[in-house]
């Protein structure tokens, strides 16, 4: 499975990107599929996950509950991060990850990442 990210940049507080993920995986639907991000000099921080099969099932965590939302296009096999009221805190490199059924958690496909900076 391969993963591209893109839709990172640079962005003030308190204004919003959008992070997209294309895979490769032709049962991409079956898929579990994540959003995680790692801070300068922290480790790697779950932010999103979401259930495949169409299920619907979301998982935030509670920094960006409220903030972030994680939705899926399965025609295009593209997982996107919604991200509005950016905070300088978000600032990471976002990675998306894809399990390997639909709500197994276990992430074990990794983009390359894309870089977010919110300025102040």
């Known amino acids: 499975v391969q993963l591209q990210a893109s839709g990172g940049g640079l962005v003030q507080a308190g204004g919003s990107l959008r992070l997209s993920c294309a895979a490769s995986?032709?049962?991409?639907?079956?898929?579990?599929m994540g959003w995680f991000r790692r801070a300068p000099g922290k480790e790697r921080e779950f932010v999103a996950r979401?259930?495949?099969?169409?299920?619907?099932?979301?998982g935030y965590v509670d920094s960006v509950k409220g903030r972030f939302t994680i939705s899926r296009e399965d025609a295009k096999k593209t997982v996107y991060l919604q991200m509005n009221s950016l905070k300088p805190e978000d600032t990471a490199v976002y990675y998306c990850?894809?399990?390997?059924?639909?709500?197994?958690?276990?992430?074990?496909?990794w983009g390359q990442g894309t870089q977010v900076t919110v300025s102040s």
């Open positions: 979401i259930a495949g099969r169409r299920a619907g099932y979301t």
């Open positions: 990850a894809s399990s390997d059924s639909p709500f197994n958690y276990d992430f074990k496909y």
């Open positions: 995986e032709r049962t991409f639907s079956n898929h579990a």
